[in-house]
């Protein structure tokens, strides 16, 4: 059985935060390809599940051994903006200590109230799970603002 298209979703996820230059992404693939099938194929929509499993797994190894600023590097402009935004959806509900410097203490308990699994200052979610949080957070900075209207 071909791979899934889950499992697309998280290759293609990892080969973003290893940042691969464009010249050199197809070609990158094509070699994985090669490795992980013993040759038999050199298009990674051709693995199989279970190859398709040990490529991602080759990845994951990959990503877990790169420092915080590596990661940062390779972080894509969408994601830092998401990032962003909720940083400033804190400042404005009031999520600081000291007056300016953002509460991550109160991030924490947040992420532990509904978040399955807590992450330093949001730097280990990308994409669609940022984009959730920056959904709740938008949600909990329009609720004050409602209240003010009414």
């Known amino acids: 059985m071909r791979r899934t298209a889950v499992q697309n979703s998280i290759f293609h996820s990892l080969l973003n935060r290893l940042a691969i230059p464009a010249n050199l992404w197809k070609s990158t693939k094509e ?19 279970q ?29 830092q903006k998401m ?7 804190m400042h404005s509900i009031g ?3 000291n007056g300016r410097e953002l509460n991550y203490e109160k991030l924490s308990e947040w992420q532990k109230k509904y978040r399955d699994e807590q992450r330093p200052h949001l730097k280990g979610y990308r994409g669609k799970e940022l984009q959730e949080i920056v959904r709740a ?14």
């Open 31 to 49: 070699q994985w390809a090669s490795e992980v099938s013993n040759g038999r194929t050199t298009s990674t929509s051709e693995l199989t599940v």
């Open 83 to 89: 990032r962003s935004k909720v940083y400033a959806i």
């Open 51 to 79: 190859e398709m499993d040990a490529l991602i797994l080759q990845l994951r190894n990959q990503v877990k051994g790169m420092t915080a600023q590596e990661l940062d590097q390779n972080e894509a402009p969408a994601d």
């Open 137 to 150: 957070f938008e949600r909990m900075e329009i609720g004050p603002k409602r209240k003010q209207n009414q």
């Open 95 to 97: 999520w600081e200590v």
